[in-house]
T-cell receptor, first 114, second 109 residues
């Protein structure tokens, strides 16, 4: 299994500002995923980040709003830009396990935008 | 430190059976508890969310219970179908999600 840590664990931010969330994995992985869970809703995939290439964004998510970095095989960042209260969510980092059907999730970053 | 355990790790049953998945946690100071379903190659689907003040939630054939005092939650699936085959995860939420390892469920036609 993979051990995933995220920073910060939570934050309260003012609208219009940006927050960068870090995800660190204890092993090298090819694919990392970023999700968000808005209050009362299911997890939604934001983008897939492969090391050495640009992230692939899901419908409804754009790079200008959620820029992602993937500098190496154990680390990624997700920035939530120009935040609004609608961005208040839990943001989760995830990696694929050794078996294709498994995924491991980080503890999440709880973001509140005022 | 909160720890979440799911039992069993895997379960295979014939179609039509009623079944129970278990989730236990060590710290009763939780905000809520969520049950998710994970299908191969897909993201997570949230099934049920139980607030800390609630004792159960129902959605269709699914019923989730929460007993904070004993640190336990169960997910009851009625009249199981092959389409229910997936990995079921529970997550305890304080300000972060603490995940169980999941129960891999196979429903045999």
């Amino acid at each position: 299994s993979a051990v995933i840590s995220q920073k910060p664990s939570r934050d309260i931010c003012q609208r219009g500002t940006s927050l960068t969330i870090q995800c660190q994995v204890d092993s090298q992985v090819t694919m990392m995923f970023w999700y968000r869970q808005q209050p009362g809703q299911s997890l939604t995939l934001i983008a897939t980040a492969n090391q050495g290439s640009e992230a692939t964004y899901e419908s409804g998510f754009v790079i200008d709003k959620f820029p992602i970095s993937r500098p190496n095989l154990t680390f990624s960042t997700l920035t939530v830009s120009n935040m609004s209260p609608e961005d208040s969510s839990i943001y989760l980092c995830s990696v694929e396990g050794n078996r294709a059907e498994t995924q491991y999730f980080g503890p999440g970053t709880r973001l509140l935008v005022l | 430190k909160q720890e979440v355990t799911q039992i069993p790790a895997a379960l295979s049953v014939p179609e039509g059976e009623n079944l129970v998945l278990n989730c236990s946690f060590t710290d009763s100071a939780i905000y809520n508890l969520q049950w998710f379903r994970q299908d191969p190659g897909k993201g997570l689907t949230s099934l049920l969310l139980i607030q800390s003040s609630q004792r159960e939630q129902t959605s269709g054939r699914l019923n989730a219970s929460l007993d904070k005092s004993s640190g336990r939650s169960t997910l009851y699936i009625a009249a199981s179908q092959p389409g229910d085959s997936a990995t079921y995860l529970c997550a305890v939420v304080n300000y972060q999600l603490i995940w169980g390892a999941g129960t891999k469920l196979i429903i045999k036609p």
